[in-house]
Structure formats: C-alpha cells, structure tokens
C-alpha cells in the first residue's frame, strides 16, 4: 500500500527532528534530509557511508524555494526549470550561504532539482524547506527503485520509507552545469544534452567531465558506481558466445529475449527501447545479484557501435557498474 497523508505528516515530524526520511522520485528513491540542516546532512553521509568528496543534490518544489539555496539564478536556470521541472534535470549553480558546506562537498556550488512525484513535492511543500536526496542506498551500490529496494539496505529505526510505488524512470537525473559557458553535462540522464540545447538555444557539452576537479560539482562522478556486489562485464553481442565460454563458472546475462544463454548461464531479459531499459535497469541488476552466480554479463544494448544519444545515459550506468571497485 502506498503512503498517504498520515505519513507525510510522520515523515515531516521526524525530519524537523533531524532524522532520515527515504522519498520516491520519477528517477530513483532518495535519502532524505532538511538540506539546511547540518546535522541531518551529515547523518546522511554516515548512513550511507558517501564519501565526503561526494556532493548532494537539493530537491525543492519551485523555482522560487530553489532561489533560496543559489547565490544566482541565471536566466537558463529559469528557461530549463520552466521547460523541465517538475522532472528529471538538475542544475548546477553558485551556492547560497544557508546551504551547508558538505552539501557542496565544500565547494562554491549546489546542485538543486524538482522532482516529478506528488508524494515528495507534497512532503517538501509541508516542511517548507528543500531536502538533500542522494539515492536511498548504502554508497556505491545500485540505487533503489521501490520501497522495498531502500528497506533492504535500512532498517526501520534507522529511515522512514514513504512509498510511493516504483519510479517510472528508473535512472538519476541528468546533471547541467550553469555555472560554466557553455553549459556542461556533468551526468547524464533521461534527458539528453540535444534537449537541454534547444530550450536554450545555445550548444551544450555533452557529457565531457573536462580536467581532473579537486571538488565535484555533481554525484555520481566515481569511476565505480550504481555496482551490483558480483563482478559485472560489459559485453558486445557480437562477443557473447565467446565471453561466455571464457566464465569459469556459471553467469547471468541481461539482454534481448532473442539471445542465446544456455545450462549452466541463466539470462534476465531486457527491453529493446533506451527509456523502457533505464526503468528496468537497477531493479534486473538487483535480480541477477540475488542469484549470487560468480559474473553478471549486460549484452550492450546498443549494440556493438558505440552508444547512441539516447544510449549515452544507460551506457554512462553500466560503465561505471562495470568499473572496478574505488578503495
């Protein structure tokens, strides 16, 4: 059964307190704290055990309560929140002073967004302040896309979990930053820097992180992220057959229902479409972990030429899935 306003109402009660709050998004659940809260903010680090090097994202109901946590607010920043918000793009802009430093991770920026689910905007619209919302998972791991995904890894004492049924994107939101010229996608996501582009009518670096920084402006910039605990691989279709006979031990493979996976590899079936795959990705990868089989195998599912646009989000996932472990 999904929350209602009784709920609302505890989980503004326990946010006022301090505590954590997990909310449903269009994207992926978040980890709720009252972005001005200091404390709260830290107690979200701790709980998921993020790196301080790891910035959140602010999640507001307007424009006008994201004018509150930015020092600016650049004519783009209204076009792109006219045209997307509520929904899946966040922006990155100069930071107000009542945001605490290790929402920025103690950089001179935050990244602010509204998300597109009437349970969470109904929640901020009643505390009357902005929440952080990484995803509501322990750091690293694949992000949550029920309620039942954030109370495998919380306890009850530990986060309130509103449920607001599974999120119909399924991947985070894609990441702009208006702070440089011109702007740059920091992370990509359902929305594509081709979209972002023609609201504003300027171009727009797509996905090109630049040089090293010493402070990230946006999550999700490790190199290993949103990782399943088996060792995930990569796989062009053309290269399935072989991979699969180099495994040593049995692999499940995520793919096209027209592949061929036969004893002892097992296969979870994926779609064909970008967005129909986005939404299923996290929940399939949490199915192939639970098999605890000793290799998870992703048939590209843009096939064997690099990724597409419409790709670019999903490959960006699966890549840093892929990735080696950080630490």
């Not at 269009?26 to 404390?39: F, I, K, P, Q």
């Not at 509150?68 to 792109?80: D, E, G, K, T, Y």
């Not at 290993?224 to 995930?232: D, E, I, K, W």
Request: with cysteine; glycine share 8%.
């Amino acid at each position: 059964m999904h929350s209602g306003p009784e709920d609302i109402a505890h989980a503004v009660s326990l946010l006022k307190q301090g505590r954590l709050v997990a909310f449903p998004t269009e994207t992926v659940y978040g980890l709720g704290a009252d972005a001005l809260n200091a404390g709260a903010v830290d107690a979200v680090f701790r709980a998921k055990g993020r790196p301080a090097t790891n910035p959140l994202i602010v999640h507001v109901v307007d424009e006008a309560m994201a004018r509150r946590v930015s020092s600016q607010w650049p004519r783009a920043a209204s076009v792109l929140a006219e045209r997307f918000w509520p929904g899946p793009l966040t922006l990155v802009l100069p930071r107000a002073p009542a945001v605490p430093d290790a929402v920025a991770a103690g950089g001179a920026t935050v990244a602010v967004r509204c998300p597109d689910h009437p349970l969470t905007l109904a929640l901020i619209e009643t505390l009357g302040a902005p929440l952080v919302g990484p995803s509501a998972n322990r750091s690293g791991g694949i992000s949550p896309t029920c309620a039942e995904h954030v109370r495998e890894s919380f306890s009850e004492a530990e986060v309130f979990v509103l449920d607001g049924g599974p999120c119909v994107g399924g991947i985070e939101s894609t990441v702009v930053d208006l702070t440089t010229d011109p702007p740059r996608v920091l992370r990509p996501g359902l929305i594509t820097s081709d979209q972002i582009a023609a609201a504003l009518g300027t171009p727009v670096e797509a996905n090109n992180p630049g040089p090293a920084e010493q402070i990230a402006r946006s999550p999700g910039q490790h190199r290993s992220h949103y990782a399943p605990a088996t060792p995930l691989r990569l796989v062009a279709p053309a290269g399935l057959t072989q991979a699969l006979g180099a495994e040593e031990g049995a692999a499940v493979v995520l793919g096209p229902a027209d592949i061929l996976v036969s004893n002892p590899h097992t296969s979870i079936e994926m779609p064909h479409a970008p967005a129909a795959y986005a939404a299923r990705l996290y929940a399939a990868l949490r199915e192939a972990d639970a098999q605890r089989l000793p290799r998870i195998l992703v048939v590209q599912p843009w096939g064997d030429s690099p990724p597409t646009a419409a790709w670019e989000a999903v490959a960006d996932r699966l890549r840093r899935a892929a990735a080696p472990r950080e630490g």
